[in-house]
């Protein structure tokens, strides 16, 4: 596997983050029945690392999203590829998130679960792209602020590859050209 990119935000920096985010979760849902919820693909890795910084017994599930219209842009307009396999009603439900950039896609699902009637519906999100979010989101755990350039690592791909690296790089329009099995 080549080098690609320029390293953003390291290994380190990374499992050091998550693992305040993990310790603010575990204080803040002491006592809850708490489910985890991660929007694959991008948020595996996230959800493997960031739950085991959570000291609480936690339920997890999974849902898979794809986004309708322009390939390159998220319309907002999801479809529900695979739903969760719980029932979400009268618990406390944390939404796991690999980044969030326009936040249309997480406006959408927000609404279709609180349609479920949780306890509490929040967001933790290792990446936010700054002053793009085109909905303003309430995101209560936030790993890092970035600027919103295309990045690649740690679950987010370039064309399904270099999910991965276990940092984050920021690409180039430089980096993009070629294919990512070069
Ligand atoms: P949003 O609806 O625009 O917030 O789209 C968020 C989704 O787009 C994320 O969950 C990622 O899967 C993908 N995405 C957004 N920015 C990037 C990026 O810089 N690199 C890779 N995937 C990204
Ligand atoms: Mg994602």
């Known amino acids: 596997m080549r080098d690609i990119g320029t390293t953003l935000i390291s290994e380190e920096q990374i499992q050091n983050r998550l693992?305040?985010?993990g310790e603010q979760i575990t204080t803040d849902y002491e006592g809850r029945d708490t489910i985890l919820v991660?929007?694959?693909?991008?948020?595996f890795m996230v959800m493997a690392d960031l739950s085991r910084y959570i000291r609480l017994p936690v339920d997890m599930d999974f849902m898979a999203v794809s986004s309708y219209g322009a390939?390159?842009?998220?319309?907002?307009v999801v479809r529900i590829i695979k739903d969760l396999d719980q029932e979400i009603a009268g618990r406390h439900v944390l939404i796991v998130e690999d980044i969030i950039d326009?936040?249309?896609?997480?406006k959408y699902l927000l609404k279709n679960l609180a349609v479920r009637r949780p306890a509490s519906l929040e967001i933790a999100a290792l990446l936010v792209k700054t002053g793009i979010q085109e909905v303003p989101l309430d995101v209560r755990y936030v790993g890092?602020?970035?600027p919103p350039d295309f990045v690649v690592g740690y679950g987010l791909d370039w064309?399904?590859?270099y999910r991965n690296?276990?940092?984050?790089?920021?690409m180039s329009d430089d980096d993009l050209q070629g294919s990512p099995l070069d």
């Open 19 to 21: 693992r305040e985010m």
């Open 38 to 43: 991660a929007v694959l693909k991008g948020a």
């Open 71 to 76: 390939a390159t842009k998220t319309s907002g």
């Open 102 to 106: 326009s936040g249309l896609t997480l």
């Open 144 to 146: 890092f602020e970035i």
């Open 159 to 161: 064309v399904g590859r």
């Open 165 to 170: 690296l276990p940092y984050v790089v920021t």
